[in-house]
């Protein structure tokens, strides 16, 4: 093998492109080229490592998209030329590499001496490039100096004319049309003088560094497309004597630059706003001055912008600015000491006027008119030197946009302002954060929410006009003041005070829907004819916990509500001990409401009033006049409202609404407008106490006696006597006593809002006699429920004993909205009821309730038909520390939800001896404490309607012995269900017990007759009977539900025992049944069933387990089962036994009669293997076996195990089968023919002690478990909690097919499959899910899923092969550590997949046609891909990851269907040595074999690519597609019909060495330019880099492109038909021809074999013979006589291919390919060995 050397190529290309007095230039000059004067054509890209010279005189027509690249020390001069192409063509440019040579200078004048320069020179239709580059362009790093003078630029491609990096020196030139930038910069010296522009993008984009010198003087620019100069980084800019004219943009933009006006410079704007004049970005060191002063702005865009300048100071004053979008955007910089913007006039400004933002702010005097969004923004800092003021300007008639035209921060004064007429109802405005806001004026403005927030003093301001949503005051604190302010003809949703002092403020003639004030102190403020639209209050007061809030000294005149809002509303701390210690309360006091309108029709059934008071507020000396006429507008009866929600209210102080004026000395009127206690039981009572006597403050007061109230107040010791008609309410007072005499009625009128109740401060004793009782009830002639409230208990004194005894109650329970006829409502005290001995009949609502700090005992009483409300009955056990709750003795007739709740573990609760008849709701136990639920009796539910004991929240309380006691009560003719109890939690020590009740009756049960749930529950001694199931639906086929914890719970204490019960005569009355009808349903271990009597022979079964047969067994022992007969028995339980899915019970020993006592002996589990067995005789499962916890089954060499239909196994001790190679064992389905799932699986114990081993083991047809999961299979190793994982199972030298679901699977637990098949399952060969795995020599094929389903790692396949697997081969969700020497074959989906993998060693992929042959998305670092045969695929190839090795594979006949079929997008691959030839891509999309994307680690080495045929209807072919910066040396490519081998996609400046690769050429061939032409680069497209290809080979390093090895012809398919006896084996080829060529098999000179093969009596082909064919036909026939068979093992070799007889299976195998070599002039040597010396490897020919 020779190389050329890189001179000799230099001279080549001299000699082939002309290098001497030659009119046409292209390639590449190393020894300098000089252009004369003259016309001259550069016709192809020239790359110059030495200097160009371009001579005066010298006229040069450039190809299109054509350039000089100047590299490697190279530089030009140009003087006096020209550079040019046709008119409707662009070329390239002069582009200086990052290696191009530094200039020299002369010592003395400085002038360039060598290096490049242009002078005098015309350029015309030049860059076309890609973007930001231009026709000078340069990126040179050692600073050279370009310097451009007196040239012309014309007619760029949408480019820069120049762009260079270093020192740059423009000078008197011109630049006429082009979209984007004229000139660039970067870095460097730089000067740009004397030049003119024209219809360009960008006049100059200059980016500086350091402190170099810019200098930017005497330019003329006119119509520029997007801005003039973009100067960035800049520090001392000097910019001079600009004429711009028509530059649309910034005329000039600095960013990180010292921001100056350039001087002596004229602007002529672009119409329509399209220029703006200067935008300073981001400069954060101060020290320069920017005064703007006295000018005429007009029709600009933006006129200055600065934006995180820093200035020493900066000004904008005296200006007059018109029709312009933003007169001023001032964002400064902290560091900006001084900004000062005063007496500017601004109109017409459409996008923003104003925007100032600084430290210390002066913005005066300013008038903005007529501007749009943002027309006045001020952002200033408080408390700087010389201070913020914004002061004496005007912003009138400016509404334009959507966003807010006032914002106002941080200035220490905001003053004398004038806002008129502006703003949207979409635009929010601020004043925040500012000192004193004081004297503005804001006249007829819209808003959506104007924030006045943080301000510390907002004094008198006038609101004029004006409409929004709302005006916010509100500050951190309540110190800060809103005063004197005048608001006047406003429209808002509110106005809204928030932690402020609001105070002497004017508001006239104001439409504010509601004034609410949160925290705020709301004193001495006039409100005139106001009006408000509200469905809460006009003024609407709220808050608690942070100080007072009050509303004083206020005058309200001519108010008007419509809506159902009242006047004053309310809403304070409901706390009332709280809100007296703290203070926090509302205080509304010397307030004037006169001539108040109500505009709405009042309904009489509203509890609305003028005054609504929620939480405690005092409400005191106020006048509340409303007009009395008939001609008045309607408006409330009832002017005082304390709340809705007022039950726990009682206690609120009743004389806190005294000394008011409520408009008359009527005093019955008084009263008739108080709406309280008196009018409706849930309000609070409140005394008026004394009243104004005319409404003026100060004036004699009127006492209101509490007997003219419409109630009555019992404030001494009462007792009554005789019979009493109550025509309203009642109180008891705090101290006072009310004692009835037994055998009195009292009688309670209907109220129009909520009937009579008797609220009870004070101690009451209603206790009458068993003969004469004491009886409530209504007054009506018709009575009805609801006529009346209530009783009410409100208490403070401590262990106070309310007592109700021998007492009816009847037609009460309307009580506002809450339906209560006795309710305690309690504070911070204890108090007992003892209520017994009564009646509660007719009652609407509910029936008892208490709260807080009560106790009680409830006995003897009697509770009928309650109304609507639920719950009937609700009962906390929330008194101090060891109270007393009981309920006994009670009956309750159709009762919604009883409710027993507790939330103290020291409280125990009893409820004794109560009959709950005709259940309408839920009997619940909830929470801590004891409950002791006794001798119950619940009974009679109706349909449809669910009620029964559910007991929930049981919670640990270490000092209970129960959590619960549920005994001896009986659950009678309810529907559905009975009991339902969800246990403590695991953590618990304490039980639910449930035990010695009976459940009988129970209609259409759906379920859950019983549902026991959870930890901690002994249900005992109970008697179940009787109960049905009469639905018809057949999804509802149990009666009982028990599932305790989970089997890894090992505390047995913990768990669900039911035990000792009685469960006989139970049945589901109905006629379409369901085939699994049982009493009880267990899905979980944890629990246990002992010495009940299980009898209902209407069911199928009795019990029916669903948990997982890898559970601890299940403990049925000492049951009665209605039979002493063992085998009845079994059919009574649903287990394992009925499904090898579910768990195994334990029934022995069992009870004999129906008696607790009677037990037989105890007999082991029938069927199961309970010590070492061995099956040596064909076997038939007709019942599910289980090998026992230290026992071995061994299943003998050549035995025949089957299953009857659903039969399974499960090995809980060890499992011994071991076959021979000559003597498989066999299991598989009993049935005739056999299908997928007649049998259900072989489950291997997560308990395992011992390894599970299983050789030359053959299984089939299982899989059919009713409780399946992806993780199922015919063998499957089981998940469990707490499994010993060092142990699992090997699978060796047998099959494992035709399973309904896994061939095999493993949950937990290594795996090794070793000489095995998996094949024509459901779904995946095998799945694991735990690491460690092993697949060995095994064979994976047809299955409905993956071959192989890897999920965890640690992981490693050998040796095995994967064909035509449904999804895909092999699927790895993790690691494979090592996969070798696998065939991967026949996919139609990928047949690998792997999230990462390790190394991959030997492996062939052959004839898959998914979209990929394998996808690795990632690898384990290190890996190695190596010696891997890939051919005949159509799919992709592609790895990615971290580093690796991909060596010496072979990839070959692969007819590729997808673009960049072989993929290498690793950063860090060595590719190397790989044989990639003969190949196709039929598809026109396959433009690309090879894509390499790496980065700088990725290296491409000797490797042979060679032969290979893309699609000729591909527009472009290419072998390899170079990206970033792959290393290519050593390679051989020759793909003679694709159009580059390698296309470089690498921009221009990369440089990138290709040499020592062979390109296809032999000596005679391998010019540079030919050898280029096999290279897509700059030379072909001057966007691209160069690639250096020289020195390259002229011959292949390897066989690649020799004539020898032609490609293959592929003879397929060949089929072979196989059955264990067999007569005839028929192999067929699809072509004559084919069997004619001999297709290149062998004989090994063993005789036997020919055309015809007969056997008849002679022969015999024992274990494992080998016959090799030779001279075969079209047809091969091999006949065997009568009684001979091909045993298992035999092979026939066709040319190292072998086919295999595997099973005893008609079964058709994958087509063999067979090679056809074409053998040329008899000189080929065998497949794999070298040409000879005498053969042509370019013809073919003997030389």
Excluded at 522 to 544: I, K
Excluded at 989 to 1018: A, S
Excluded at 1629 to 1638: I, L, P, V
Aim: with cysteine.
């Amino acid at each position: 093998m020779s190389r050329i050397a890189p001179s000799l190529v230099l001279l080549l290309l001299a000699i082939s492109y002309g290098c001497v007095e030659a009119t046409d230039y292209l390639g590449t000059y190393s020894a300098g080229l000089t252009i004369p004067a003259g016309d001259h054509r550069i016709t192809g890209n020239i790359f110059m490592t030495s200097k160009l010279v371009v001579q005066p005189g010298a006229r040069v027509w450039v190809q299109d998209r054509t350039s000089i690249l100047i590299q490697s020390g190279g530089s030009v001069e140009v003087d006096g030329a020209e550079f040019y192409t046709d008119s409707n063509r662009r070329w390239g440019q002069f582009f200086f590499s990052s290696t191009a040579a530094t200039n020299k200078y002369d010592k003395n004048t400085g002038e360039l001496t060598s290096g490049s320069f242009f002078r005098n020179t015309r350029f015309f239709r030049g860059g076309n490039y890609h973007a930001n580059d231009g026709i000078l362009d340069s990126e040179s790093s050692g600073n050279p100096k370009f310097v451009v003078e007196n040239c012309h630029f014309e007619n760029a491609n949408n480019k820069a004319f120049i762009r260079t990096r270093g020192q740059t020196y423009i000078r008197n030139s011109t630049f006429i049309q082009t979209t984007s930038y004229a000139v660039v910069h970067y870095y460097g010296t730089f000067e740009l003088s004397d030049c003119r522009f024209e219809n360009t993008g960008y006049v100059l984009y200059h980016r500086q560094t350091g402190t170099n010198p810019s200098v930017i003087k005497d330019l003329t620019a006119k119509t520029s497309n997007n801005r003039g100069l973009y100067v960035r980084d800049a520090r001392d800019p000097q910019i001079s004597n600009l004429h711009f004219e028509n530059v649309k943009g910034w005329q000039i933009e600095y960013y990180n630059s010292i921001c100056r006006e350039p001087t002596d410079s004229t602007y002529i704007q672009a119409p329509n706003k399209g220029s703006s004049y200067m935008h300073c970005n981001y400069h954060p060191i101060a020290g320069e001055r920017l005064t703007v002063t006295g000018r005429t702005i007009d029709n600009w865009g933006t006129y200055l912008s600065l934006y995180r300048q820093a200035f020493d100071y900066v000004e904008f004053s005296g200006n007059t600015v018109t029709n312009t979008n933003t007169a001023v955007y001032m964002y400064a910089s902290t560091s900006t000491k001084h900004v000062r913007v005063n007496d500017n006039v601004l109109t017409g400004c459409n996008t923003r006027a104003l925007y100032v933002a600084g430290k210390s702010v002066h913005v005066q005097r300013n008038r903005v008119i007529d501007s749009g969004n943002y027309a006045f923004q001020i952002h200033a800092a408080r408390n700087q030197v010389n201070g913020s003021i914004v002061a004496d300007n005007l912003v009138l008639d400016s509404r334009g946009g959507s966003h807010g035209q006032i914002e106002i921060f941080n200035s220490d004064q905001v003053l004398r302002n004038n806002f008129t007429g502006n703003g949207g109802t979409s635009q929010d405005y601020h004043i925040r954060y500012n000192g004193l806001v004081k004297d503005n004026v804001f006249n007829d403005n819209k808003h959506r929410y104007f924030y006045l927030e943080y301000n510390e003093d907002i004094s008198h301001n006038a609101w004029n006009g004006g409409q929004g949503n709302q005006i916010r005051f509100r500050s951190n604190n309540n110190g800060q003041t809103v005063s004197h302010n005048s608001f006047k003809k406003l429209k808002l949703s509110s106005m809204y005070p928030y932690n402020i002092i609001f105070h002497d403020n004017q508001l006239e003639d104001n439409v504010i829907n509601t004034f609410q004030a949160y925290q705020s102190r709301v004193d001495d403020n006039t409100f005139e004819r106001h009006t408000a639209v509200t469905s809460e209050g006009a003024f609407y007061f709220w808050g608690e916990r942070s100080g007072n809030s009050s509303f004083s000294g206020n005058t309200v005149n001519d108010l008007k509500v419509i809506g159902y809002g009242s006047l004053v509303s309310t809403n304070a701390n409901s706390d009332f001990s709280e809100a007296q210690s703290k203070s926090t309360y509302i205080v509304i006091e010397r307030n004037s409401f006169k001539n108040f309108y109500w505009d709405r029709a009042q309904t009489e059934n509203r509890l609305e009033g003028v005054i609504r008071l929620k939480g405690y507020t005092v409400f005191s000396n106020n006048i509340v006049d409303i007009p009395q006429s008939d001609a008045a507008p309607k408006y409330t009866k009832h002017w005082w409202y304390v709340t809705r929600n007022a039950f726990r209210w009682l206690d609120q102080p009743s004389d806190n609404i005294a000394g008011n004026w409520w408009g008359t000395t009527d005093r019955l009127k008084i009263v008739e407008r108080t709406l309280d206690f008196c009018f409706s039981g849930p309000l609070n009572p409140v005394t008026i106490g004394n009243v104004l006597s005319i409404p003026y403050f100060g004036a004699p007061t009127l006492e209101v006696p509490a007997h003219y109230k419409n109630c009555q107040f019992i404030t001494e010791d009462t007792i009554w006597t005789q019979d009493t008609v109550v025509p309203t309410n009642i109180f008891v007072s705090e101290g006072a006593k009310l004692l009835l005499t037994p055998g009195i009625t009292v009688r309670f009128n209907r109220q129009t809002q909520s009937g009579g109740v008797i609220g009870i401060r004070g101690n009451v004793t209603f206790v009458g006699e068993p003969s004469r009782r004491i009886k409530f009830t209504s007054n009506e002639a018709s009575p009805s429920p609801g006529d009346w409230a209530g009783l009410v208990y409100a208490h403070k004194r401590p262990h106070t004993w309310i007592t109700i005894g021998n007492v009816d109650i009847e037609y009460a329970g309307r009580h506002g909205g809450r339906a209560v006829p006795i309710r305690a409502v309690d504070r911070k005290d204890t108090v007992t009821y003892n209520v017994y001995n009564s009646k509660f009949l007719n009652l609407y609502g509910a029936v008892l309730s208490n709260d807080n700090q009560s106790q009680y005992i409830i006995r003897d009483n009697t509770f009928t038909n309650p109304g609507p409300s639920s719950p009937s009955i609700l009962l906390q056990n929330t008194g101090s520390t060891g109270s007393i709750h009981v309920f006994k003795n009670n009956i309750m007739n159709k009762l919604h939800d009883v409710r027993f709740y507790g939330h103290h573990c020291s409280h125990t609760t009893e409820i004794l001896n109560n009959q709950f008849n005709d259940p309408r709701g839920l009997i619940r136990l909830n929470g801590a404490g004891t409950k002791i639920f006794r001798y119950n009796v619940i009974a009679g539910s109706p349909d449809g309607v669910d009620a029964y004991v559910h007991v929930n929240d049981a919670y640990q309380c270490s000092n209970n012995e129960y959590a619960m006691l549920l005994e001896r009560n009986e659950f009678i003719s309810l529907f559905r269900r009975a009991i339902y109890i969800n246990g403590p939690h695991s953590s618990a020590t304490r039980r639910v017990m449930f035990r010695h009740n009976r459940i009988e009756q129970t209609r259409d049960v759906r379920n859950h007759l019983i549902y026991l749930q959870g930890y901690y529950i002994n249900f005992e001694d109970n008697i179940i009977t009787n109960n049905k199931v009469i639905t018809t639906n057949t999804g509802y086929n149990r009666f009982a539900y028990i599932k305790g914890p989970h089997h890894s719970v090992t505390n047995d204490a913990s768990w669900i025992y039911f035990l000792r019960n009685d469960v006989r005569v139970n049945v589901f009355d109905r006629t379409n049944h369901h085939e699994e009808e049982t009493f009880f349903e267990i899905p979980s271990s944890g629990v246990r069933l002992n010495r009940n009597l299980f009898e209902n022979p209407g069911l199928t079964f009795e019990v029916r387990v669903t948990g997982v047969s890898d559970n601890p067994l299940m403990d049925l022992k000492q049951n009665w089962w209605g039979s002493s007969t063992p085998e009845l028995i079994e059919t009574r339980i649903r287990d394992f036994f009925n499904d090898p899915s579910y768990p195994i019970t334990e029934t022995s020993p069992y009870l004999t009669t129906p008696s607790t006592t009677a037990v037989t002996e105890e007999a082991p589990i029938k069927g199961a293997i309970l010590e070492d067995t061995t099956w040596d005789t064909p076997t038939v499962i007709d019942r599910s076996v289980p090998v026992m916890e230290g026992a071995t089954l061994s299943i003998a060499p050549g035995v025949l195990v089957c299953f009857d239909a659903g039969k399974g196994m499960v090995v809980r001790g060890n499992l011994k089968a071991v076959g021979t190679p000559d003597k498989h064992i066999t299991i598989t389905s009993c049935q005739s023919p056999p299908n997928r799932g007649d049998w259900a699986r072989i489950a291997i114990s997560s308990q395992l002690q011992a390894n599970i081993t299983m050789d030359f083991v053959d299984i089939s047809y299982g899989g059919g478990a009713k409780k399946q999961s992806n993780y199922d299979g015919q063998i499957q190793v089981l998940d469990g909690s707490g499994a010993n994982n060092n142990f699992g199972l090997t699978f060796r030298g047998g099959s494992s097919m035709h399973s309904a679901r896994n061939g095999i699977a493993v949950e937990k637990g290594p795996l090794q499959i070793e000489n095995a098949t998996l094949a024509l399952n459901s779904q995946n060969g095998a799945f694991t899910y735990d690491r460690y795995a092993r697949m060995l020599n095994s064979e994976v094929r047809e299955n409905d899923g993956y071959g192989f389903h890897i999920f965890r790692h640690h992981v490693q396949v050998h040796n095995t092969r994967f064909i035509k697997n449904k999804n895909r081969g092999l699927y790895a969700y993790y690691d494979i550590q090592r996969m070798e020497k696998c065939l991967f074959a026949n996919h139609t989906t990928d047949p690998f997949y792997g999230r990462r993998y390790g190394d991959m060693l030997s492996n062939e992929f052959a004839h898959n046609t998914g979209s990929n042959v394998f996808y690795v998305n990632s690898v384990l670092s290190g890996y190695e891909f190596r010696n891997n045969w890939i051919h005949h695929n159509t799919g992709r190839l592609q790895w990615r990851g971290p580093c690796g090795a991909v060596t010496d594979n072979i990839i070959e006949y692969n007819n590729f269907q997808a673009d960049t079929p072989i993929w290498l997008q690793s950063n860090c691959m060595d590719f190397e040595r790989n044989r990639i030839q003969y190949n196709t891509g039929t598809s026109s999309g396959v433009t690309n074999l090879i894509r390499a994307n790496g980065n700088q680690n990725l290296k491409m080495l000797d490797n042979q690519i060679c032969s290979n045929e893309l699609s000729p209807a591909a527009s472009t072919r290419k072998t390899l597609y170079y990206e970033n910066y792959a290393y290519l040396r050593g390679n051989d490519f020759y793909n003679p019909t694709h159009t580059f081998e390698v296309y470089n996609q690498r921009p221009i400046g990369n440089l990138r060495e290709v040499s020592g690769n062979w390109w296809g050429l032999n000596l005679d061939e391998a010019t540079p330019l030919a050898v280029k032409s096999r290279i897509y680069d700059f030379f072909n497209d001057n966007n691209k880099g160069v690639m250096l290809f020289s020195p390259y080979e002229n011959q292949a390093s390897g066989e690649c492109g020799a004539c020898c090895r032609p490609p293959r012809q592929e003879i397929n398919p060949i089929i072979a038909y196989f059955t264990t006896d067999f007569t005839q084996i028929v192999i067929k080829f699809d072509r004559d021809s084919d069997a004619a060529a001999g297709v290149g098999f062998v004989n090994n000179g063993t005789g036997l074999c020919s055309s015809v093969f007969n056997i008849t009596t002679s022969v015999k082909l024992g274990t494992n013979a080998r016959c090799i064919f030779t001279d075969i036909g079209q047809t091969l026939t091999i006949t065997l006589g009568p009684g001979y068979t091909l045993n298992q093992g035999n092979e026939l070799i066709f040319a190292s291919k072998t086919i295999k007889a595997l099973d005893s299976n008609a079964y058709v195998k994958d087509p063999v390919t067979v090679w056809k070599e074409v053998v040329i002039n008899g000189n080929c040597q065998n497949e794999g060995e070298p040409c000879g010396d005498d053969f042509n490897v370019c013809t073919g020919q003997e030389t």
